[in-house]
């Protein structure tokens, strides 16, 4: 497998685990969606956002759009706090936002070549209040692993939910394809 291949295939884990939470998550009423817990961004609800707009953000930071601004988000804020106001109110259309983001997503890594990955990507971030350069590689690597670890935040709160839990590794993936 070379480079390329290898991005495509943690980012088909990172969108099977998006799926996965997604279908865990609507087994909760909107108040345990809601609930507050100390990890994460503080709830279920809010986590979920937080890794879509993630998402879209370095989406459009390879597509060279730097100052990108996830619809609900609140310049001058730290990401995710407005997220939902104004843009995504619901599961359904977060799943809807989602599908839609992960076909950019697929069609991009489709076309992504050996030599783009060590172009310089840059992102102002919000949170941080400045702008970052970085290769497109640690890009695409970022997004799956900061999505991995909200995934885990993500799970911890559905079993303190009592949801049933989602299939989450890689190896619970690659035995699915086998079948």
Do not use: M
């Given at each position: 497998m070379n480079a390329p291949e290898i991005l495509q295939r943690l980012h088909r884990h990172?969108?099977?685990?998006?799926?996965n939470l997604l279908d865990a998550a609507t087994s909760l009423?909107?108040?345990?969606?809601?609930?507050?817990?100390?990890?994460?961004?503080?709830?279920?609800?809010?986590s979920l956002l937080h890794m879509y707009g993630a998402e879209?953000?370095?989406?459009?930071?390879?597509?060279?759009?730097?100052?990108?601004?996830?619809?609900?988000?609140?310049?001058g804020k730290l990401p995710g706090n407005q997220l939902g106001e104004g843009g995504i109110g619901n599961l359904p259309d977060l799943r809807q936002n989602w599908e839609n983001l992960e076909q950019r997503w697929v069609n991009y890594l489709?076309?992504?070549?050996?030599?783009?990955?060590?172009?310089t990507v840059t992102r102002?971030?919000?949170?941080?209040?400045?702008?970052?350069?970085?290769?497109?590689?640690?890009?695409?690597?970022?997004?799956?692993?900061h999505a991995h670890y909200t995934a885990a935040q993500v799970v911890n709160m559905l079993r303190q939910c009592?949801?049933?839990?989602p299939q989450t590794m890689l190896t619970a993936m690659a035995l699915h394809e086998v079948k």
């Open positions: 990172r969108a099977w685990v998006n799926r009423t909107d108040e345990r969606l809601k609930a507050t817990f100390p990890i994460g961004q503080g709830s279920v609800w809010k879209c953000a370095w989406f459009e930071s390879l597509q060279g759009n730097e100052s990108f601004v996830v619809p609900g988000d609140v310049p489709a076309g992504l070549l050996p030599d783009q990955l060590e172009e102002y971030s919000l949170a941080l209040q400045t702008r970052l350069s970085l290769r497109r590689s640690d890009v695409l690597l970022h997004v799956c692993t009592g949801a049933n839990l």
